[in-house]
């Protein structure tokens, strides 16, 4: 049966360029090897055939068996089958394949799925390994392992995302789903006839500025298209011009910009003799095909490109006059010059940096995936192509590619990969009224029953978070499904449009085993907050609090600026009170916009990552809220010693840091800083003779470093008053110790000016700290405020 029936879905489906997706259930690890073998060999009967993918866990001694069964079983076909663990998976995304075999009994990890999903040609197959829904829910998969906390057992472990991934299987075209210990078919594919495809041949431009052998390279029309946009980079621009490219995993977006970025670069060698290109992504894994197809270009163009690697990732290209350096975002804001900057997966990247990155260059590519594995949706061009459309000294060309380069136009496996990991999710559709009910503040607040209750509300909570800032995966959704720890809650408008959207993570209320082995430096999955007061604060107690970390907190990217994040706060804030939560908390990459927001809301700073993060470039903040007299007692402590140590740690591992953020992570909460600091006599005489006098900031920089963390350890009630260009010049030149020229742009000052400045705060700190110990002009007395006059 499977086999003719695979003969027929074959050719339903190479005549249309699309793929088919055979589920085969059962317990029998030999009756579902041999089945998969029978659905390809009927796929082979009817004109299929080449390479495929044999995905497992080896681990796993069942795994093993299956894979054993199974190559057997194909022994003596045409069939070349690579056998391959999932640790493989990331290594083998951007192959093509001709069908592939997901062994899924073991493991359902999201990532996996998503990332396979691709990698299979039109006209092919795949073929899922399964146990039926009723036994796999009593079976704790690899992925599902991983999920658990301390707090919880596997019998607390939830089963959602499988039961999401059965009900997409039976609601979607080209999913056929057959039970092997039965032999029985449970699904049809639902597709009887098929349009035939069509094929189009790429046509280059009549005149093209590009060398004709480029726009040979390009596989469809679409990508034609964008290295047409390319061309505008030829002329030297009278406004910065600024090229978007947008479209869906699998059309062949990065292949395109890296085609164009070698045509272009041969055009303007040829007219500068030097052309430097900068390519840059969150992530230098994202950058593999656009280099790829770099490289490609210019060996078709008679070059032969020099690669330097690190790691075994491209960090440079050279290539007679061209020169292409690979780097993060953080690390190209560095950068003093380049004749074209390109940033992939740009929606991934954080809006500020991707706006100093538009300032700072004149000839700009912004590619990103709207939806699929690296998908970030369309808050990408919300927000920051109404930023861009609305600058004046910009000229901005788009152009979304929608024609697959692997298989057909509608491919029915795409859209059930799409629809069961929700990468194609979306906000709902905005109307003025919703904006007027919005600033109204006239929401509901949903808790996780209410967000999980029907498809659409999922999708519109979900669909948030793909617009957002952040970086999804598939894994993220399973999180939210199927973690004991894990919660979702939403702000919705009184006609049910999801408009915020909020995943918490339960931490803490820890047993006493736990916290010991956190003492001794092991590790505590899952409990964050509670790893640093262990670790960083030796404070044992506080881990049996309980509280809620946000994970993630996001608004509709059309409602923005319009108070929902705090008002959903304060709903969250209700709730964890009414359930007896001893503090809220989160954690982010430190910027000063978003950390401004959460300290408004009383969120605490209690701790800094030392180093920023290898792929975001962020230094990483914790800040917690205490909903009571004792978690407040610790978060006190905490924040005193964070801020001990920041201001003492300035001159090393964060002396980087925007003086803007150091100022926020400094706020004063009310709490002195216990500990003597004082200057000595001798550093008194020289601050006065500095302060007043000839005296060279060089010659103190030990005591005003002194005066100026004296300045820090104290309350505001019990220091002066300073406006923020001196507190900033305060901090990027005495504490972080910059040269000048560097610290006054960090302060946004005139190097000649913040010498000024420094003199004159030193005289304001040393009225207030020690007028009493030296004679001051009488003239300095009227400065200081908030100390009483002598």
Request: charged fraction near 30%.
């Amino acid at each position: 049966m499977l086999f003719e029936l695979a003969k027929r879905e074959t050719e339903l489906a190479k005549a249309a360029r699309h793929r088919r997706l055979f589920v085969l259930v059962g317990t029998d690890d030999r009756a579902l090897a041999e089945a998969a073998a029978e659905v390809l060999r009927g796929w082979e009967a009817a004109g299929g055939g080449g390479e495929g993918l044999y995905m497992f866990q080896p681990e796993f001694a069942d795994a093993n068996k299956r894979m054993n069964y199974f190559r057997d079983a194909v022994e003596g076909s045409r069939l070349e089958v690579d056998f391959r663990p999932y640790k493989d998976t990331p290594r083998i995304l951007g192959t093509t394949y001709d069908f592939a075999v997901l062994d899924l009994v073991n493991d359902l990890k999201p990532n996996d799925v998503g990332r396979l999903g691709g990698v299979v040609r039109g006209g092919g197959f795949y073929v899922f390994l399964m146990m039926p829904l009723d036994a796999w829910k009593r079976y704790v998969t690899k992925f599902q392992a991983t999920l658990l906390v301390p707090q919880f057992t596997p019998n607390d472990i939830r089963h959602r995302l499988k039961e999401r991934v059965w009900r997409s299987f039976y609601s979607h075209k080209g999913v056929v789903i057959y039970d092997v210990d039965k032999r029985a078919l449970l699904k049809s594919s639902g597709i009887e006839e098929a349009q035939a495809y069509e094929p189009k041949r790429p046509e280059p431009p009549d005149k093209a500025v590009l060398p004709l052998k480029v726009y040979r390279l390009a596989a469809t029309q679409d990508q034609v298209e964008v290295l047409k946009l390319f061309e505008v980079f030829y002329n030297k621009p009278k406004k910065k011009q600024a090229l978007v490219i947008i479209a869906d995993r699998g059309r062949g977006k990065s292949a395109a910009v890296g085609l164009g970025l070698a045509g272009i670069g041969h055009k303007l060698r040829k007219a500068k003799a030097r052309v430097q290109i900068v390519v840059s992504a969150m992530e230098y894994s994202n950058l593999e095909t656009l280099l790829e197809f770099v490289i490609k270009g210019l060996e078709a163009l008679g070059y032969k490109p020099g690669v330097e690697r690190e790691g075994g990732e491209i960090r440079a290209i050279k290539a007679r006059g061209i020169f292409v350096d690979v780097v993060t975002p953080y690390m190209l804001l560095k950068r003093e010059n380049a004749d074209i900057v390109a940033v992939d997966e740009a929606a991934a990247v954080p809006l500020p940096v991707l706006y100093a990155v538009h300032k700072k260059f004149d000839r700009l590519v912004f590619a990103t995936t709207i939806h699929g594995y690296e998908g970030a949706g369309r808050g990408f061009s919300i927000r920051f192509l109404k930023y861009l459309r609305e600058s004046k000294d910009t000229d901005v060309h788009i152009f979304e590619m929608e024609e697959p380069i692997r298989y057909g136009r509608g491919d029915p496996v795409e859209e059930w990969l799409f629809d069961a990991f929700l990468l194609n999710a979306e906000p709902a559709k905005i109307e003025p009224a919703d904006v007027e009910a919005a600033k109204a503040g006239n929401v509901v607040y949903l808790k996780e029953e209410d967000v999980m209750r029907d498809e659409e509300t999922f999708r519109q909570f979900f669909g948030i978070y793909v617009q957002a800032h952040y970086r999804n995966e598939p894994d993220d959704l399973g999180m939210l499904l199927d973690a004991p720890h894990h919660t979702a809650r939403a702000l919705a408008l009184p006609n049910g449009k999801v408009v915020v959207s909020v995943e918490l993570a339960f931490e803490g209320a820890l047993d006493d085993a736990s916290i010991d082995q956190a003492l001794r430096g092991l590790k505590l999955p899952g409990n964050i907050i509670p790893d640093r007061f262990l670790k960083y604060w030796r404070l044992p107690e506080f881990a049996k609090l309980k509280g809620w970390r946000i994970v993630r907190i996001a608004t509709h990217p059309e409602l923005q600026d319009m108070g929902l994040g705090t008002l959903m706060l304060k709903k969250l804030e209700e709730e964890a009170r009414a359930l007896g939560m001893d503090w809220l908390g989160v954690g982010f990459g430190v910027y000063d916009r978003l950390l401004k927001f959460w300290i408004r809301n009383g969120y605490i700073p209690i701790h800094l990552s030392p180093e920023r993060n290898p792929t975001s470039g962020e230094y990483s903040v914790l800040l917690v809220k205490p909903l009571n007299e004792k978690a407040e007692a610790f978060v006190k402590y905490a924040n005193v010693e964070f801020r001990r140590r920041l201001i003492h740690s300035l001159m090393g591992p964060y002396n980087d840091m925007s003086p803007s953020e150091v100022q926020l992570l400094l706020e004063d909460w009310g709490w002195d800083i216990d500990g003597a600091i004082a200057l000595s006599k001798n550093q008194l005489d020289r601050l006065v003779a500095y302060a007043y006098g000839p005296m060279t900031y060089e010659n103190v920089t030990d005591a005003i470093y002194t005066l100026v963390a004296q300045y820090f350890y104290s309350s505001r009630q019990r220091r002066p008053t300073l406006p923020e260009p001196a507190v900033r010049a305060l901090i990027s030149k005495v504490l972080e110790a910059r040269p000048w020229k560097e610290a006054a742009e960090a302060a946004g000052l005139r190097r000649g000016d913040l010498m000024l400045i420094l003199r004159e705060i030193a005289k304001v700190l040393l009225f207030y700290y020690y007028g009493g110990e030296f004679e001051v002009p009488l003239f300095v007395v009227g400065t200081v405020k908030g100390r009483e006059k002598d």
